[in-house]
């Protein structure tokens, strides 16, 4: 059978979803067509410019201004604006016809059975044979779809349901239709974890699927419990954020950020088609929600919603709540429970819930109440809405940004617990439950050689969890193959000769234990090894160095400590450079200052597209320290060609570092110089992240990597370049674009950066940059207004500018 390819993709509909997907295609390299219909009536500027409806201006008018509207929005739906090159747009009735060049048409349309039936009889006309065809509705069965439809669209026919943001959101749903081919579904399934980087899950054509029917069941529950249990919102965001591993918008600030609107159609749509479902009452909408939908207090896009941003008589910008019980905003309450307090020392989300279920406050109540209503819910729509546990696990963890799924919740505080949970609802689980510990089965995952087993209900057995042999999934291997351990970092075997670091401290900040941990694990590949990983599966690869342990030695002025503190920083990085065994560090998610410096020294990065990475010391009020001043300096001399003006080349990486520049995606971090083309690459699926590592650090070793020579030939301006930099410092500080301590810590790092006063320009060693960039760090440090901006950082998390 031939390899099917997707080299161009047609999508049909540009609101806000059609604009996300087609830019996530153009994300991963795919050439996009956008269609969207024809305006049926001028605007004010068209009838001002005395155009016409067969303009092809006007006529692309809705496409344009919606990819436009979707370019501009923050976060961005689009890893590079050059991506956006890889986008054409057009109407569907000029355009149509090119839709036989596609090798996948999406649509989405508006959420109206009878539109996309019209659709897709128009499409039908002139799609090739063999195209795929799919449809990113949410809710309207598969199989209505494709009724009267040819035998080749039935076939190549299904639902592929996007999470908005496209680009954010892994959730990947696909909906088989009464006649799609089982080619198709593998294929599918496929693409979009390899190339489209998500959680591909097949799902049932039951309303709302898998994931927004356990999450919209979720936050109903929610909105019937909160008035019950005397809660108020902020209490009920502060129960379900990131304290059980949600996003910090929690459940109220979600639902402003979605839109109250959307949640309701989606309810309404379950309370309609779910008649036989145990739990039908609660999706029907309390009172509350009913005066917010009649008030158009839909969240965000209304300006109010369950929050409210209120600006006072002195223009201070304050965000209310809404009371529940009075309908009015009131300024916010501080949500404190005791049960909560005793989770802050546990940093695993999973090791939590045992003891949230246990609190003897509001907050037990309430973790008791949700979970025994959530485990049987869930236990209930197995086989209605799949047949495997797992996939309503990973719907959860990728759709809506849970840490762990329900089943793997109810593992950790135990299947039997979880049973309890349930009659004190007054519920009942499902049988096959019961009839799992019969079996004498006491949990729904297993881990077994690395892999993660689920337990299948029909074999009565756990049975392998398919597509995981391109991932390597560090907690399950970590017990078994565990090399070395210390407090900041786990050192662990992947095979094949290559060794991983994964850090283990809090937000995985860079402090003496991780230090110590590189340099062990360095020692240790070279001795029995061939290659080495540092890669983690984090929600973020490392925030930096350890700011606080940086002011306690400066405000203690210890000076000498502080000063072997920051040579073992570079001397480390340096060892990761010039280690007899090829390194490869492995970023995703923010990538900060020391972590950014780390990824710099490495032979190769394999970074997550989703990496957030810059060297951001600016912000505490020194410059790179670990190497990363010295390295743009190098990258900079690297980067100066014959007849170039070298000092505007410097000044591009000098400004890097002075403007704290971060990423907003890998792809970004090549302009940022921090990542370099030709030498580092992206993965779009964070999954396949370390497995990727490790095949790249095998196959330097395989090259026959030879410890490389330190490097002598630095080129460096010295006074010619330094003139220039104290000129524009200067000017800036004298127009106010900077502070007097702005001016300072430029002037620090343009010294570096420039080699210092060298009367011309000169080849320098990197232990020379090295040296200068650490003199300069240290001195920054015993400057009161930086001590102020490391205590303001590490205060609010926010950078001070003084």
């Not at 005395?50 to 689009?78: F, M």
């Not at 496929?190 to 190339?195: A, L, N």
């Not at 007849?643 to 890998?666: C, P, R, W």
């Not at 792809?667 to 699926?685: F, H, P, R, S, T």
Request: glycine content about 8%; aromatic content about 8%; overall charge neutral.
């Amino acid at each position: 059978m031939s390899k099917r390819r997707i080299k161009k993709v047609a999508v049909i509909g540009s609101g806000i979803m059609g604009s996300g997907i087609a830019c996530h295609f153009a994300n991963i390299g795919v050439e996009v067509l956008l269609l969207d219909i024809v305006p049926r009536e001028l605007n004010d500027a068209e009838k001002k410019a005395g155009l016409t409806l067969e303009n092809k201006v006007v006529r692309n008018r809705l496409v344009n201004d919606s990819l436009k509207h979707a370019l501009k929005s923050k976060p961005s739906p689009i890893y590079h604006q050059k991506f956006a090159d890889r986008i054409t747009t057009g109407n569907m009735e000029d355009d149509i016809k090119k839709v036989a060049e596609a090798d996948w048409i999406i649509e989405v349309v508006v959420e109206r059975l009878d539109i996309k039936k019209q659709v897709f009889e128009k499409l039908d006309k002139y799609r090739r044979p063999g195209t795929l065809i799919t449809s990113n509705t949410s809710g309207i069965p598969i199989h209505f779809m494709s009724e009267g439809r040819s035998e080749d669209f039935q076939k190549h026919f299904c639902g592929t349901h996007f999470f908005n943001p496209a680009r954010y959101l892994n959730l990947f749903e696909i909906i088989p239709g009464p006649k799609t081919s089982q080619e198709i579904l593998d294929f599918l399934n496929g693409y979009g974890e390899q190339f489209l980087g998500k959680t591909a899950v097949v799902a049932k054509d039951t309303p709302a699927f898998i994931g927004n029917r356990i999450g919209i069941f979720s936050i109903m529950s929610l909105f019937h419990a909160v008035k019950a249990m005397d809660l108020t919102i902020e209490e009920v965001d502060k129960l379900t954020g990131p304290v059980i591993g949600r996003p910090k918008s929690a459940t109220f600030r979600t639902v402003d950020v979605v839109g109250l609107d959307t949640l309701v159609h989606v309810a309404n749509g379950i309370a309609e088609n779910c008649k036989d479902d145990e739990r039908i009452e609660l999706f029907k909408l309390p009172d509350f929600i009913n005066t917010m939908m009649e008030n158009k207090w839909l969240g965000s896009k209304s300006g109010q919603g369950f929050y409210k941003k209120v600006v006072d008589d002195s223009g201070n910008k304050e965000i209310w709540s809404l009371d529940l019980n009075t309908m009015e905003y009131r300024k916010n309450k501080r949500a404190k429970f005791d049960t909560l307090e005793k989770t802050k020392e546990i940093d695993k989300v999973i090791n939590r819930f045992k003891i949230l279920i246990d609190g003897k406050d509001k907050a037990g109540d309430f973790y008791r109440k949700t979970f025994g209503a959530l485990f049987a819910y869930v236990s209930h729509r197995i086989p209605e809405i799949t047949d495997d546990l797992y996939k309503i696990d990973d719907a959860m963890k990728a759709g809506f940004g849970w840490e762990h799924g329900p089943f793997q919740i109810w593992d950790a505080v135990g299947v039997e617990k979880g049973l309890e949970l349930i009659k004190a609802e007054g519920l009942e689980p499902a049988s096959w439950v019961q009839d799992m510990l019969g079996s004498g089965v006491s949990s729904f995952y297993t881990v077994k050689e690395g892999a993660t087993y689920a337990y299948d209900i029909p074999s009565k057995k756990h049975e392998k969890v398919p597509g995981q042999d391109a991932f390597i999934i560090l907690d399950n291997i970590r017990k078994s193959k565990e090399v070395f351990k210390n407090p900041g970092v786990v050192i662990e075997d992947l095979g094949d000769g290559i060794l991983n670091c994964e850090f283990q401290s809090k937000m995985n900040t860079i402090g003496g234990d991780v230090l110590a941990g590189l340099n062990k694990a360095v020692d240790l590949a070279e001795k029995d090894f061939d290659g080495l990983v540092i890669g983690n599966q984090g929600a973020n690869f490392s925030v930096g160095a350890n700011i606080g342990m940086i002011f306690m030695m400066a405000v203690e002025q210890e000076y000498e400590e502080l000063n072997g503190a920051i040579k073992y920083f570079q001397d480390t990085m340096m060892r990761m450079r010039y280690s007899a065994i090829p390194t490869v560090s492995a970023p995703h998610g923010m990538s900060l200052g020391g972590a950014c410096e780390l990824s710099m020294h490495a032979d190769k990065v394999v970074a997550a597209a989703e990496t957030y990475m810059g060297l951001v010391e600016f912000g505490v009020g020194v410059i790179p320290g670990g190497g990363g001043s010295k390295e743009m300096a190098l990258r900079a001399s690297d980067t100066f060609r014959k007849g170039d003006v070298e000092l505007n080349t410097l000044q591009e990486y000098f400004l890097t570092i002075g403007m704290a520049k971060v990423s907003t995606s890998a792809y970004e971090a090549y302009d940022l110089g921090v990542l370099q083309k030709g030498k580092d690459i992206v993965v779009v699926n964070k999954h396949r992240q370390i497995a990727t590592a490790k095949a790249h650090a095998r196959l330097l070793a395989d090259a026959g990597y030879t410890q490389p020579v330190k490097r002598k030939d630095v080129k460096v301006l010295g006074k010619q370049a330094l003139g220039m930099f104290l000129v524009g410092t200067d000017a800036m500080e004298a127009s106010h674009y900077i502070s007097e301590h702005d001016q300072k810590i430029a002037n620090k790092l343009a010294y570096v950066m420039a080699g210092g006063d060298l009367s011309e320009p000169t080849e320098v060693t990197e232990q020379y940059l090295l040296d200068l960039e650490r003199e300069a760090f240290l001195s920054l440090c015993t400057e009161r207004k930086t001590l102020e901006r490391i205590q303001h950082m590490l205060k609010t998390g926010k950078p001070l500018r003084n």
